[in-house]
T-cell receptor, first 111, second 112 residues
């Protein structure tokens, strides 16, 4: 699976959009971009995933660049409950469960 | 609430002892993976079980072993505990029909 690079930490004002970047320059054609988050002392939670098209669900939007070498997770209206560590993971489709986490981005939403 | 339950929630063991952690997967899920998360680090993949067979392993020594039962619940066994085994152990379940993994709340193991 391709390696990902994320900033270690970010702050965001409550109610504003949080944009979390991820670089995955070695991604291959059959690899998906997944995002999970981990709120303190809880298990990771799935947010969204995509292959090459932009994706949106009730939690977030995922923007993948045309060359697929980077992506951005967007939380449109951040709340205090969105404070967590966000992990960007690149993996092939075969099996959704052997995930290789990096150190992620610690997002702090500020009142 | 993911439907994945782990037991116990906390555990203290002495160096050299053995420990067994348990995980009940979400109904209908046939795949279980185990992860170790040291303080301040992301979860590290230990191994995965699919229909009672190990079908993937991370960079962990053989003293980390597991089982998956016919009801797809799972155990993680760690022998000859070392101080560095102190961590949060996470279990995640999935199936062929879902695209994401569902994690339990974890077991906090402390080795003294």
């Amino acid at each position: 699976d391709a390696k990902t690079t994320q900033p270690p930490s970010m702050d965001c004002a409550e109610g504003r959009a949080a944009n979390l970047p991820c670089n995955h320059s070695t991604i291959s054609g059959n690899e998906y971009v997944y995002w999970y988050r981990q709120i303190h002392s809880q298990g990771p939670q799935y947010i969204i995933h995509g292959l090459k098209n932009n994706e949106t669900n009730e939690m977030a939007s995922l923007i993948i660049t045309e060359d697929r070498k980077s992506s951005t997770l967007i939380l449109p209206h951040a709340t205090l409950r969105d404070t967590a560590v966000y992990y960007c993971i690149v993996r092939s489709w075969t099996g959704a469960n052997n995930l290789f986490f990096g150190t992620g981005t610690r997002l702090t939403v500020i009142p | 609430e993911t439907g994945v339950t782990q037991s116990p929630t906390h555990l203290i063991k002495t160096r050299g002892q053995q420990v067994t952690l348990r995980c009940s997967s979400q109904s209908g899920h046939n795949t279980v993976s185990w992860y170790q998360q040291a303080l301040g680090q992301g979860p590290q993949f230990i191994f995965q079980y699919y229909r009672e067979e190990e079908n993937g392993r991370g960079n962990f020594p053989p003293r980390f072993s597991g089982l998956q039962f016919p009801n797809y619940s799972s155990e993680l066994n760690v022998n000859a505990l070392e101080l560095d085994d102190s961590a949060l152990y996470l279990c995640a379940s999935s199936s062929d029909r879902v695209t994401e993994a569902f994690f339990g709340q974890g077991t906090r193991l402390t080795v003294v």
